[in-house]
Structure formats: structure tokens, C-alpha cells
Nanobody, 126 residues
């Protein structure tokens, strides 16, 4: 059974930083792409960042490029999202997800991920 558990969310002032973590179990973590998505109140869930199996490739949404960094620790089966220079518009529930198939090309579309965490709230105050 695949499980993803996010942590690290919270409330921070604009300009601050947070680091999200997502611990995975139930699959051989190192073989799968990992992604972060977010959903603001009243909006569709959107792509934030993804990292390939092996960690050699990443993709990041333009809205957070230069401020957010994704990384992974295969030994700990954990993916991270370092968020710096946070803005009020970054307020959302953040979800991690694991790729649908092992050894796939880097994916940014939601349908290419088949298991999701429960989400962690990030609130940025102005």
C-alpha cells in the first residue's frame, strides 16, 4: 500500500521560508518521479515542481521559479520542497504525489501521478 505523508506546512509572513517534506512508503521510491502540486481556495489544483527518479532532472512552474527548490533523498524515501521569498499568492494546500510508473520521463501533469498525500496547508500573510 502506497502512502505519502506531508509535513512542514504552516503560517509565515511574506518574504519568509518554509520547507515541506513528503515521506513515501509502499514503493521503491528511487524508481519514481515525485511531484508537488497545490490548490488554493476556490481554484484548480496546479503543478508546482517535479523531480525525476534519480534526481537528475527537475521542472518548476514559472510562478515559483527562482523561489522554490525541489529535492529528494532516496535513502530516506523523502522529497522536499524548499520555499523561499514566499508571497501571499503562494497560500494553498500543498500535495505531494508519486509517479504512476517506474523509470518514466519527468512528468508535470496530474494524471501522471497516481498516489497523493493528504496535503499540508501553507498560509502566507502580507
Amino acid at each position: 500500500q502506497v502512502q505519502l505523508v506531508e509535513s512542514g506546512g504552516g503560517t509565515v509572513q511574506a518574504g519568509g521560508s518554509l520547507r515541506l517534506s513528503c515521506a513515501a512508503s509502499g514503493r521503491i521510491f528511487s524508481r519514481y518521479n515525485m511531484g508537488w502540486f497545490r490548490q488554493a481556495a476556490g481554484k484548480e489544483r496546479e503543478f508546482v515542481s517535479a523531480i525525476s527518479w534519480g534526481g537528475g532532472r527537475t521542472s518548476t512552474a514559472d510562478s515559483v521559479k527562482g523561489r522554490f527548490t525541489i529535492s529528494r533523498d532516496d535513502a530516506e524515501s523523502t522529497v522536499y520542497l524548499q520555499m523561499n521569498s514566499l508571497k501571499p499568492e503562494d497560500t494553498a494546500v500543498y500535495y505531494c504525489a508519486i509517479g504512476r510508473s517506474a523509470y518514466s520521463p519527468l512528468a508535470t501533469m496530474q494524471h501522471e501521478y497516481d498516489y497523493w498525500g493528504q496535503g499540508t496547508q501553507v498560509t502566507v500573510s502580507s
